[in-house]
């Protein structure tokens, strides 16, 4: 097997050139050209120090594909470890490397792929979102007539 990065959106695919990894870079890409991109991707890795909820993680597991990411703010609220993806050590990129090698080569993968579409329809399917935010407006007019 031969393994590659693949990058889009604003990227320096040159950081990656010492990975010994072919790399290619897609730059930015219109949305259903990127749907394409995480439905050919094998894992995603979201190297993330910081973020609040990424959409590129939902957008993934939409198309099926396990997320690998560190143990930061929202990415490992919508990873769940060793079921749809990996959550690894924040800072430790012997772990981020456990989870693509665990995503790759030790989970059964077509189980990831279904976990992930199981978990995105209940988790920010339309009608579950648009519940939560009719349950949130009528809390807040609710408690803003008192």
Known sequence: DQWGIVVFGKTDPEALVDMGLEVRSLGSLP???????????DVMVVPSLEDNYPNTVIEAMACGTPVVGFDSGGI???????TTG?????????????????????????????????????????????????????????????
Not at 31 to 41: D, G, L, T
Not at 76 to 82: C, G
Not at 109 to 127: D, M, P
Request: net charge neutral; charged share 25%.
């Open 31 to 41: 949305a259903h050209e990127v749907v394409k991109v995480y439905q050919a991707a």
């Open 76 to 82: 490992s609220e919508q990873i769940e470890h060793r």
């Open 86 to 146: 990996y959550v690894a050590q924040l800072y430790s990129a012997a772990d981020l490397a456990n989870g693509i090698r665990f995503v790759l080569e030790e989970a059964d993968y077509e189980q990831l792929t279904a976990n992930n579409l199981r978990v995105v329809r209940k988790r920010n399917s339309f009608g579950v979102v648009a519940n939560a935010y009719l349950s949130l407006y009528q809390k807040l007019t609710v408690s803003t007539e008192r």
